[in-house]
């Protein structure tokens, strides 16, 4: 028998793998101010209603790689209550980035939707 | 089920066992932050919920500790430092020789070694700073949390060096804090800190870097001023019209047919120094991760 949910959530696994940097810069990009990490992960959480797309712990390599490649910048800020925090922010080439996989992103989708309906 | 973060920690460390150094490094830190910020935000919202339970809701939404090792593996597998990438290497010994013009390590290892001479000064007086004042303001009573706070400097240092090592040489190094722990009070603190043999890796990592500062810097300008100066011989004998050489107020001069060979000399002797220079930088990260990384 074919063991659909774990081949589901591989499939979900596959997808996400891009889809988290879009869906990172994008927030880091309509927020005004620096984020981190927990902040960022409630946010998604608002918009993914019930449906949880993502683990939160995955999100936290991609904010690395995303940092890596200068896409994003960090800063350590202490709190108020607790440890220190890491602030993510956008820098410019992000914002250009950006709208380029945005773009991508776009046309991916229609393409998906065409084949899904096969019109 | 799990009992508390200390336990996910060590449940992720395991999990990711065989992962760089630097990678498990940076996942403890993202968990440890994370799990205790919503910890004490599901607390405060639910104070009702007990502390097990509470955590058993923000594990399912974190991920189990497979799966966010599994996430860093992945995603670190797509991502290689800069300057690692590798080249490919079919061409000829002279052309690989001389490729080294084109390979952003070797400049970088080259950059990497005129800022060890800076910071392996300032690491050694700080490092001999902090011990001496450390050891003897401990007869008086500020004598510790004058320890504590050079301990905790010597930590926030060698994270700063990794990322100098890492930009620089290609090694990957932790782009995290280590992890430590927040609720302890600072004695206990001290004693963590003062146990912990990477706290005393990172101090003798700063005393070498002195040793290996002062002879980087030393090779760096001796064969520099040589490489020039050979090169720069036919022009001088040519242009200005002095002698290279002086000895006992004797000008000497060079033959006309020996300025090829000088220029070639110095030009093969800064391409040799900088192929040196490669490989020295990828040395020194090894001992810079042996030394700055916990495993």
Same mark, same amino acid.
């Given at each position: ?74 800063? /350590? ?33 229609? +393409? ?8 | ?38 910890? /004490? ?168 870097? +002195? ?5 980087? +810097? ?16 036919? +022009? ?26 000088? /220029? ?32």
């Amino acid at each position: 028998m074919v063991d659909s949910p774990a081949l589901t959530r591989k499939f979900q696994k596959e997808l996400n793998a891009g889809i988290a940097s879009l869906v990172l810069l994008s927030v880091l990009d309509k927020t005004k101010k620096p984020m981190y990490g927990y902040q960022i992960a409630k946010l998604l959480e608002d918009y993914s209603g019930d449906a949880s797309f993502m683990k939160q712990g995955a999100l936290y390599p991609v904010l690395h790689s995303l940092e890596n490649s200068a896409l994003l910048e960090s800063k /350590v800020e202490p709190s108020v209550s607790g440890p220190p925090r890491r602030y993510y922010a956008i820098t410019s080439e992000g914002r250009e980035t950006l709208v380029v996989w945005q773009g991508v992103w776009k046309q991916m989708k229609s +393409f998906v939707d065409k084949a899904i309906k096969g019109a | 089920m799990i009992k508390s973060i200390e336990e996910y920690l060590e449940l992720l460390k395991t999990e990711l066992q065989g992962s760089d150094a630097a990678t498990v490094q940076d996942a403890l830190s993202d968990a440890e932050d994370h799990l205790r910020a919503a910890l /004490v935000n599901l607390r405060e919202k639910q104070p009702e919920v007990s502390e097990e339970a509470a955590l058993d809701q923000i594990i399912e939404q974190y991920g189990s500790p497979s799966e966010t090792a599994s996430a860093y593996v992945e995603v670190e597998r797509r991502t290689i430092p800069q300057l690692s990438r590798a080249h490919i290497n079919n061409e000829s010994v002279l052309s690989r020789f001389f490729g080294v013009y084109t390979d952003a390590r070797a400049w970088g290892a080259l950059l990497y070694m005129l800022i060890a001479f800076v910071t392996g000064v300032f690491y050694f007086s700080w490092a001999v700073t902090g011990l001496a004042t450390s050891i003897s303001f401990a007869l008086f009573i500020f004598g510790l949390p004058f320890a504590l706070l050079f301990f905790i400097s010597v930590r926030g240092l060698a994270l700063l060096e990794g990322r100098l090592v890492e930009g620089l040489l290609g090694v990957r190094m932790p782009r995290r804090p280590l992890f430590t722990q927040q609720n302890l009070k600072w004695l206990d603190r001290l004693k963590e800190l003062a146990m912990d043999r990477h706290t005393w890796f990172s101090i003798l990592y700063m005393f070498i870097q +002195f040793v290996l500062g002062t002879i980087y +810097f030393v090779l760096f300008v001796t064969v520099l001023s040589f490489s020039l100066s050979f090169i720069a011989i036919p +022009f001088i004998q040519e242009i200005l019209g002095y002698g290279a050489v002086m000895n006992n107020n004797i000008r000497y001069y060079f033959p006309t047919w020996s300025y090829p060979l000088l /220029v070639f000399g110095g030009i093969f002797l800064w391409t040799a120094f900088m192929n040196l220079a490669r490989g020295i930088g990828q040395l020194h990260g090894r001992m810079a991760k042996a030394l700055l990384v916990t495993d």
